[in-house]
């Protein structure tokens, strides 16, 4: 069976420039091989990772978001940990598409895709007990912007984590990471998908991106506090965790 989404909404990577439909079209591009060069690039490694982000935002029981579910395995884990009911939002038609063909038929009726908007989210306030993300923040036009409307939607005192590449600390081991992803990343990309360009963009989307203190800074500017993080993949990933506040005044 196929679930259906929700195809009017906009696009999850919003203006200033031509930022989001260049990224919607990437994604795109690589959506019949996107699995694959997930566990290839990881070794493996990301389903764990998305599992282990979904224990981190304690869904049982919960009504969760996951923004940009790709083709819905951090959805999908959410939904294994417990959520009552997920949905899975991206900006890319084509990744909702691969993500409702994998959905078991058991979780059609608790698990919904949706293609909108990271920066304009289609919920009202305080809408969702626990918000995840993979892979998304590197992505958007408007990090802060997009860590408010994440923090709006989240209830106060619900649970926020997001799981996200990291510039590695310093060390052998960050420099092999560095290395992997600036050349050998885009050369597997090539060789399985065709679209070395697709891959050269994982690296450079870390230029200008805050490291894991100052994202942490700035998720605390959105709203949200006892904010912890851990490294995993050699130190290149991390998983932030949050909680709303449950009174916030907006900072300058």
């Known amino acids: 069976m196929k679930a259906s989404h929700n195809a009017k909404a906009t696009d999850l990577l919003s203006p200033p420039g031509d930022k989001a439909p260049r990224i919607r079209r990437m994604f795109a591009r690589i959506v019949p091989r996107y699995d694959l060069m997930n566990r290839l690039m990881t070794l493996g490694q990301d389903r764990r990772w998305r599992e282990i982000a979904a224990r981190e935002v304690q869904p049982q029981g919960a009504l969760a978001l996951d923004i940009a579910t790709g083709t819905g395995d951090l959805a999908m884990s959410l939904w294994h940990a417990g959520a009552r009911r997920v949905v899975g939002l991206d900006f890319c038609e084509e990744m909702l598409d691969a993500a409702a063909h994998k959905l078991p038929a058991d979780a059609l009726t608790s698990l919904h895709l949706v293609q909108g908007d990271a920066l304009h989210l289609p919920f009202a306030e305080a809408t969702f007990d626990c918000v995840a993300s993979a892979f998304l923040l590197r992505n958007v036009a408007d990090l802060e912007g997009c860590l ?105």
Request: proline share 7%.
């Open 148 to 252: 408010t409307e994440m923090a709006r939607v989240l209830r106060p005192g619900g649970r926020l984590v997001s799981l996200e590449l990291t510039h590695p600390p310093p060390g052998f081991l960050g420099a092999a990471a560095s290395l992997y992803s600036r050349y050998l990343v885009p050369l597997l990309g090539w060789l399985v998908t065709g679209d070395g360009d697709a891959y050269r963009y994982l690296p450079s989307s870390l230029h200008g991106f805050p490291d894991a203190d100052e994202l942490s800074r700035l998720m605390a500017r959105a709203g949200l506090q006892e904010i912890t993080y851990r490294r995993l993949g050699q130190g290149s990933i991390a998983i932030h965790r949050a909680v709303k506040r449950t009174q916030f005044a907006a900072q300058n």
